[in-house]
């Protein structure tokens, strides 16, 4: 929490493609939002081309101090290499979030009622959908020990019941709140029929459950769970899931939402006030054409304002100004279906019409 006396500090990593435009755009509403100030550094790709490496210390460092984080996206395909003694843009993210202790990511799934029928998911296979993936963030098979010899490579995963323990937490809590202090249900998906880091998985989670008597606990296999977030979707409440099952799955659950370009996240770790982006990528190929759709990272600051600075009722706000936009007809390209009603727009004019409805 931040100290009352002063504004707020964020640090905004602004990042490669279309993450320059949408962050322009977050922090042009966080102004109408209130008084912040905003810290500018460097990650990704842009980094290594002005610093040599994708997260230097000097910009971690700004983020310890920061009372939230908000990053665009990294990566592009000047960056693109399968050398693996080349720094690449995600390692910067990577740091970041191993650096800052970001174990937990949420990214909430919930079509919006004026965008029902844009998503290539029929209309009564998503509605009544409001899901939470709940995502492990700093271990596994992303930061397990890596290796490469010429004709073969390794990539390990680890998991610690310590590990495990604590994003299963996570999880449960957030089931409890949002079925407003009982009830909810957790889905735990893991490979436990394969992986004996899933099975470890299962026995943590399955462990934690008589600690959360109201919260209904079922286990999925992975790759049922990829069937049954598109033929029900709605069955789901929090979906709490391992590194790479959590990458992989949130964007499968991103299309519910009509587009991927709606959808937001926060990464939470004990002492930190987190970080927060937009779950789509640097979508290098529209970059710099102004036609961004700006709505992902505008409900990423939402959650900011929300988790990282308990700010509840700004978040509300926001949260009612993007769905206003969208009632109003607003539409950038990703969620343009020519429909009756819908006003084809750039990043700047749908930015104008969220502050305008704010
Ligand atoms: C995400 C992204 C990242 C991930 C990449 C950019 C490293 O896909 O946040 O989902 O795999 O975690
Ligand atoms: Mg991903």
Redesign the pocket.
């Known amino acids: 929490m931040s100290d009352s006396s002063r504004s707020p500090r964020i640090v905004v990593l602004p990042g490669d493609g279309i993450g320059p435009e949408i962050v322009a755009a977050a922090i042009r509403l966080l102004d109408a939002v209130g008084d912040f100030e905003y810290d500018e550094r460097l990650i990704g790709g842009v980094s290594i081309d002005e610093l040599g490496t994708p997260l230097s210390d000097d910009a971690l460092a700004a983020c310890r101090r920061s009372d939230a984080v908000l990053l665009g996206a990294?990566?592009g395909p000047k960056w693109d290499t399968t050398d693996p003694a080349a720094p690449r843009p995600?390692q910067g993210?990577?740091g970041l979030r191993k650096g800052l202790g970001l174990y937990a990511n949420l990214r909430p799934v919930k079509p919006l009622a004026a965008l029902i029928d844009a998503s290539p998911l029929r209309r009564d296979r998503i509605e009544g959908t409001d899901l939470l993936v709940v995502r492990e963030?700093t271990g596994g098979i992303?930061f397990g020990r890596k290796d490469r010899s010429p004709d073969s490579a390794v990539d390990e995963c680890v998991y610690t019941t310590a590990e495990i323990e604590r994003i299963a937490v996570a999880a449960f809590e957030a089931a409890e709140r949002r079925a407003g202090g009982g009830g909810g249900g957790v889905t735990s998906v893991d490979k436990a029929n394969v992986l004996e880091t899933s099975r470890l998985w299962r026995e943590v989670v399955t462990g934690l459950a008589d600690r959360y008597p109201a919260v209904a606990l079922d286990h999925l296999l992975v790759d049922n769970a990829a069937m049954q977030l598109v033929a029900d979707p709605s069955r789901f409440d929090v979906v709490v899931t391992e590194?790479m099952f959590g990458?992989i799955l949130?964007?499968e659950a991103a299309m519910i939402s009509g587009s991927i370009g709606l959808l937001p996240?926060a990464s939470l770790g004990a002492g930190s006030n987190g970080l927060y982006?937009p779950?789509h990528?640097s979508a290098p190929d529209i970059a710099g054409e102004g036609v961004a759709n700006p709505l992902a990272t505008f409900l990423s600051v939402a959650m900011l304002l929300r988790h990282g600075l308990d700010r509840g009722a700004d978040a509300e706000r926001v949260e009612d100004a993007v769905e206003g936009a969208l009632g109003d007809g607003l539409r950038t390209a990703d969620l343009h279906t020519g429909g009756d009603g819908e006003r084809l727009v750039g990043t700047d004019e749908m930015t104008a019409a969220v502050i305008a409805a704010l």
Do not use: Q
Request: net charge negative.
């Open positions: 990294v990566g995600e993210l990577l963030l992303y590194n990458d949130s964007d996240s982006e779950v990528g």
